[in-house]
């Protein structure tokens, strides 16, 4: 947990100080005074307030933060919404020129959420599963590999031969396999190392 000890004046001039350095709102930290400080006569003996800031635990917050820093320094201003249910996580990102963040195939929108699952479950547990979304991406995506499969199933139950996909990512794989799973025509399974593993759709 980040904490840090501040002063000032008050205990409002500190407690200010320290949520900015810690870039913390009110609700997000627990705070001890310390010193509630004195006025002094004429300013003299005057004494400092003290108080003593701690950020509780918060994966969601922490999850906003380090996005919100990535893209700063992309320069893609947006905004960052999370839910937090069952130890699963789902992120959604809004704003201008998204397709940047998506990148091909999901490609860097996996990379980010890869990164955002580790800094959310640095030493934390149980482990909380993070799911990155913009622009509805990922409904997207399933509903488009789930076309590609029950297309492909025909074409394999036609022609009676392999149909070898291109890699993917596991989330993705699972996404083909579940698609064909009740087939009574062809049956799935993966092949390959990671990263190029990919899903074979073959003739029952």
């Known amino acids: 947990m980040d904490s840090l000890e501040r002063s000032g004046k008050t205990v409002e001039e500190a407690t200010a100080a320290a949520l900015k350095e810690l870039r913390a709102e009110l609700d997000e930290v627990d705070i001890s005074v310390l010193d509630a400080g004195t006025k002094g006569f004429f300013g003299i003996g005057a004494k400092p307030a003290r108080v003593l800031m701690t950020v509780r635990f918060d994966p969601e917050r922490k999850a906003r933060q380090f996005l919100r820093e990535v893209t700063a320094a992309m320069r893609l201003p947006m905004t960052v919404t999370t839910q937090l249910k069952d130890r699963q996580m789902f992120v959604n990102m809004q704003g201008e020129d998204m397709g940047v963040l998506i990148g091909k195939r999901g ?98």
């Open 107 to 204: 490609q860097t929108l996996d990379s980010l959420q890869y990164l955002v699952n580790l800094v959310v479950n640095k030493g934390t547990a149980p482990y909380i599963s993070v799911t990155l979304d913009t622009e509805n991406y990922r409904a997207r995506r399933k509903e488009t590999l789930e076309s590609l499969a029950i297309n492909l199933a025909k074409k394999v139950r036609a022609t009676k031969r392999n149909a070898v996909l291109e890699p993917m990512n596991p989330y993705e794989r699972r996404i083909i396999h579940s698609a064909l799973q009740n087939n009574r025509y062809v049956t799935t399974y993966s092949e390959g190392d990671e990263p190029f593993r990919n899903v074979v759709i073959a003739p029952k």
